[in-house]
């Protein structure tokens, strides 16, 4: 446990967010894989979709957010462009070739993202102005 005086015994609440319609999922991992038990939402909660689990002073809170999928989305986009920063890093410096191979399918990830979104054609094109596969 290390050699903190300091022991964490409660955790009242986390929220995250979830995608509408996330619910079946959120039980099947949280209650099937991780253990926790669902809890009743507040009535006036109930109508907003999520859904609450608890377990011994651990409570996490799932909430619905009607824009999860765009803001994972942009999330992946940013990650998967800093490893493919990585990955030119380790190939041209490094003299490292391995990660040559991880290209292509981060490559089509970044492609696939950027043409979902309209509001990304301005990154589309300064990406494609040095990225000939996002041409």
């Known amino acids: 446990m290390g ?11 986390v929220q995250l967010a979830m995608p509408p319609g996330g619910e079946a999922a959120a039980r099947a991992f949280y209650v099937g894989v991780l253990g926790l038990v669902e809890i009743p939402k507040p009535a006036e909660l109930e109508g907003r979709g999520g859904v609450w689990f608890g377990v011994e002073g651990v409570e996490l809170h799932l909430g619905v957010d009607p824009d999860f999928r765009r803001r994972f989305d942009v999330m992946a986009l940013q990650r998967n462009l800093k490893a493919l920063g990585t990955f030119g890093y380790q190939t041209a410096t490094r003299r490292n070739p391995v ?17 979902k979104y309209p509001r990304l054609a301005r990154v589309r094109d300064v990406l494609a102005a040095h990225i000939e596969e996002l041409r």
């Open 99 to 115: 990660y040559i191979q991880y290209m292509p399918r981060t490559l089509r990830y970044v492609r696939t993202n950027l043409e």
């Open 3 to 13: 050699d903190s005086p300091w022991r964490l015994v409660a955790l009242d609440h």
